[in-house]
């Protein structure tokens, strides 16, 4: 975008891109806007937005001991029962985001 950019037209681009399914970079070069500023209005509009979800409730857990074979899975049960396996290392804010999205 060559002309100057006002805020509500930057709002509207952020929720373009949360909507895109692209990644930021995709996104800049397609619309020809500089991806630093596109990020940062990305990161505003996040921060600016409503929580989507309920908050995030804890609950006790048992810790058991496995072989270290098994160690390489973790697994996590879903009030309605549905389960989540996932290896060790996985990235923990993506299974945060799965198990909030079955629990809907």
């Known amino acids: 975008m060559s002309k100057q950019v006002e805020k509500p037209e930057w ?5 373009a891109f949360e909507a895109s399914g692209q990644t930021q970079r995709e996104f800049a070069l397609a619309r020809g806007v500089r991806l ?3 990020q940062s209005w990305v990161y505003r509009h996040r ?4 929580s ?3 908050p995030v409730r804890l609950l006790p857990v048992q810790v058991a001991t496995t ?3 098994a160690a390489s899975e973790l697994e996590v049960v879903v009030a309605s029962g549905a389960r989540v396996r996932f290896a060790v290392g996985t990235d923990v804010a993506y299974v945060a985001r799965l198990v909030a999205a079955l629990g809907r």
């Not at 709002?11 to 929720?15: D, L, N, S, V």
């Open 11 to 15: 709002a509207r681009i952020a929720e």
């Open 36 to 38: 630093s500023t596109l």
């Open 47 to 50: 921060r600016s937005a409503p």
């Open 52 to 54: 989507r979800g309920e």
């Open 67 to 69: 072989p270290a074979e």
